[in-house]
């Protein structure tokens, strides 16, 4: 018996995001198997047998899946399942938690979602009520299907030499199509894994000011996230949300800027190694979490920041 | 077109939740309960369509307790014109809903179902896709736009790396993302008229569905607590112990 990773990929190459889950599944006692499912995806599926721990990919590939959809993935994972395999495991992005609960519906077996922790095969801690609590909960099904939180588990590292299988491909469902993309490709550092992050909340006041948080960001060659309120205004696009319903992101520093710190703003980032805070209220929640405060007003002390780092 | 939407009773947003000190679980006596935020976006969504003649009847379903009525006329306060609870005191998990709500569509015949995608209690972000996967319809997950025509639904939705646009022909699932709208709040007229609106009562086993929890919580445990609370004075101060005492800038 084995564990299976569904593995998040651009085709050409593994997403981070995998890495951490592969991690998690080698907590759970048994051979690392990873498909991948694309279209012309070799060097993804290369990629992750050249992944430490990794004992085996399964390569299956259509043109259906150059846009993978939900139905699509999940019929391509449960055509490997039957018998063979104790656990399913994604990480907890968009993409994850789009697919997994499909697999588990289909399997009749409970979904763990954002897991933290693995205590033992059967017996995983999740976040609940914004990570205000911890569950740990046991599954009594005979395949456990996991999203694990990226933040919680090491990316694996290289050093794998795994065997690349082809298996074929489950016909299209035809359920869905994906008709457009709209995909920022950016220059920076991923917000998910950067060693540094700078939000900036409603205090921010228009998507323009977020400039002065692009010319901190080029200095310390990090990611740029933001609160709800900043991107329901449209300050910026919805993919830099950070908290319990956005990303949740654990950086060695957290820059937050005119972010009050809501508890589902918290829910994202409190787990960071170190935070900043930088806000005109002295009795903003943010200032609770933060290791070091700020308090001021933002337009004076962002370009204060940027010119001290030089 | 009927659309149906599952509404679902959680301790309101606002608040900050406390773990038992027998680590059995949060404390929920006395707490503010509301309506699941995603799912007011939910209703909001299936009343504009219904405003838009897309529509013609919204129902909304909750799962669990009797209180749960409470959900329920505020959804039909919103607009829905018809409510079901299936009521139960046991524990529901995200898959015995999803079986509920098959059951429920299995006699409703909607051609949309309009999710939340997180109950903000449970984190779960798991009963739309599971109900989706268990009727075999297609899913629109973490939905920003939704388009009804010619029985084909065209969803924007919010993917990690920016927006993504799926068809899909109806029968379909939607669940509802943030941006997606933003919800009307109900007038002192309409909580008058929700009173009077049909509210039927149902049970898992009238709908012959076993809700048996799948998962056994051990314990709930409080996150250690972080130390907060440091300040600097200036930006000066701020670079230095960046630099000399956290180390993580060069
Ligand atoms: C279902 C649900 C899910 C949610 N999910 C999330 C989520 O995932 N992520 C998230 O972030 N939020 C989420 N929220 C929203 C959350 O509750 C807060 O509303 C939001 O985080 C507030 O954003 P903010 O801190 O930018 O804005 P505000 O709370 O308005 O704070 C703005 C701050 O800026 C400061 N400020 C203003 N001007 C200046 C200045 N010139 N200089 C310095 N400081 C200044 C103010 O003092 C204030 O503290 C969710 C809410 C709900 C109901
Ligand atoms: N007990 C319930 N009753 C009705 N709807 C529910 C219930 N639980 C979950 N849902 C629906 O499923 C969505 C996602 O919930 P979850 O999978 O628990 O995060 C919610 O936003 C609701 O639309």
New binding site residues.
């Given amino acids: 018996m084995a564990i299976l990773v569904i593995a998040e990929h651009d085709q050409q190459s593994l997403k981070a995001a995998t890495l951490h889950a592969i991690t998690a599944a080698g907590k759970l006692g048994g051979d690392v198997h990873v498909l991948v499912a694309g279209h012309d995806a070799r060097g993804a599926a290369d990629a992750a047998a050249k992944v430490a721990g990794v004992a085996s990919v399964l390569l299956a590939e259509a043109p259906y899946l150059a846009q993978p959809t939900a139905e699509n993935m999940a019929a391509n994972a449960l055509a490997l399942l039957p018998g063979a395999y104790t656990h399913v495991v994604a990480a907890a992005t968009g993409y994850g938690k789009n697919i997994l609960p499909r697999i588990a519906a289909r399997l009749d077996v409970a979904q763990i979602s954002e897991v933290i922790a693995i205590d033992a095969p059967d017996t995983f801690v999740r976040p609940i009520y914004a990570g205000n609590a911890f569950a740990t909960v046991q599954s009594k099904d005979p395949v456990k299907v996991l999203t694990v939180r990226t933040t919680a588990f090491d990316a694996a590292g290289a050093g794998g030499s795994a065997a690349v299988t082809v298996v074929p491909a489950a016909p299209d469902t035809g359920h869905a199509k994906v008709i457009a993309q709209e995909i920022v490709k950016s220059e920076r550092p991923e917000l998910t894994s950067a060693r540094i992050v700078i939000s900036g909340?409603?205090?921010l006041g228009s998507g323009e000011n977020f400039k002065m948080l692009e010319a901190l960001a080029d200095k310390l060659n990090a990611a740029i996230g933001a609160?709800?309120?900043?991107v329901d205004a449209g300050y910026v696009p919805n993919d830099y949300?950070?908290?319990?319903?956005?990303k949740i992101v654990a950086p060695d520093l957290y820059i937050a800027i005119?972010?009050?710190g809501?508890i589902?703003?918290l829910a994202?980032m409190k787990d960071s190694k170190f935070i900043v805070a930088?806000?005109?209220?002295p009795d903003?929640p943010i200032f609770q979490v933060a290791d070091y405060g700020l308090v001021g007003?933002?337009?004076e002390l962002v370009p204060q920041l940027t010119a001290e780092l030089g | 077109m009927k659309i149906l939407v599952p509404v679902k009773r959680v301790v309101d947003?606002n608040v900050k939740v406390r773990v038992k000190p027998d680590g059995s679980g949060v404390d929920t006596a006395n707490v503010k309960m509301s309506m699941n935020?995603?799912d007011e976006i939910a209703i909001e969504e299936a009343v504009r369509l219904k405003e838009k003649g897309i529509a013609t009847e919204v129902v909304a379903v909750s799962c669990g307790l009797a209180a749960c009525q409470e959900t329920l006329r505020t959804a039909l306060a919103l607009g829905a014109d018809r409510a079901i609870l299936v009521e139960t005191d046991v524990e529901l998990q995200p898959l015995a809903v999803a079986k509920l709500l098959r059951a429920v569509v299995g006699n409703e015949a909607p051609q949309l179902v309009i999710c939340g995608k997180q109950a903000?209690d449970d984190d779960a972000n798991q009963t739309g896709q599971m109900l989706a996967a268990l009727l075999d319809w297609p899913q629109a997950t973490f939905a920003s736009r939704v388009e009804i025509a010619g029985g084909v639904a065209t969803v924007k939705r919010e993917v990690d790396g920016g927006l993504e646009t799926i068809e899909m022909k109806l029968p379909a699932l939607v669940t509802t993302d943030?941006r997606l709208n933003e919800p009307r709040y109900a007038t002192l007229p309409n909580i008058m008229k929700a009173k009077k609106k049909p509210l039927d009562v149902t049970s898992p086993a009238t709908l012959g569905v076993d809700v048996a929890p799948r998962l056994a919580t051990l314990r709930v445990t409080e996150p250690a607590k972080r130390k907060g609370g440091g300040k600097v004075a200036d930006v000066k101060e701020l670079v230095a112990k960046l630099r000399g005492e956290a180390k993580v800038i060069a």
């Fill in positions: 909340g409603r205090g609160s709800r309120a900043a949300q950070v908290g319990q319903t956005g005119g972010i009050s809501a589902q703003h994202g930088i806000n005109k209220d903003a007003d933002l337009f | 947003y935020p995603f903000i943030l």
